[in-house]
């Protein structure tokens, strides 16, 4: 008689017959059962509780995503209160223009001394540039302290600008799993959902896309005031 040499062990999925080989019920198992149960973990209540809220984070129903967007968020305060405080790009306008302005002066003034004492072929009178020479060296060591400060405020608002625009990222992934929900409530809601929860999700997934929708559009605003700024700082820099 030939030996049976099927081997026993817990797992009622697999078997030993000269080799391990898994049971096709265990990948059916898997894809129609343990997997739908795990990405769409959400429930009415989830809904429920995100339509409640009108801003911030807490308007994502999704929980792994929710999690995501408030490490984000995290950022964004971090970043904003790095811009706060920040001077006014108008002010760091104004004051190098004054520097400039300076430099220009004493410029002249030494080149002025220069060229006459050439035409005269005489030496240059120290008296007469030592005041221009200090203004431009002092004026010129502002204006490298000040263009450290402006690249440093734009890589701040570079930083508060790219976290905004993630952030807003995230809220459009919410909104695509929305859409989902709405076109395939029985992901969420079981396999025979009642009329009764049908309606309420609608009614929560609406309220949720018009939160979110204005929470982006405030993202977007926050995005281009940012841009803006590092935008006219960088032109503050470049200037000579």
Known sequence: MKKNNTKSIPCPFVAYTGKWQVDFSFVLFILFILLPAVSFSQT?????????YTKGVETIPFKDLRIEATSIASEVQRYKAVVMRQKKASLFESEKDN??????????????????????NVPVNERQIKEPREVLALNTAKVKKMNQEIEN???AFDRYNNARAALRDKFDEALKGLSDAAAHPAKYLGKAPTAGDKTHLTEYIKTIVRN????K?????QETGAGNTAEKLQETLNRS
Request: no cysteine; glycine share 2%; aromatic share 2%.
């Open 99 to 120: 520097l400039l302005e300076a430099i220009k002066k004493a410029t002249a003034s030494i080149k002025k001394e220069e060229d006459l004492a050439k035409k005269h």
């Open 153 to 155: 405020a734009i890589d």
């Open 217 to 221: 559009e405030t993202h977007l605003d």
């Open 44 to 52: 009415l209540e989830d809904f429920r509780t995100a339509a409640g």
């Open 212 to 215: 979110i929708n204005a929470e």
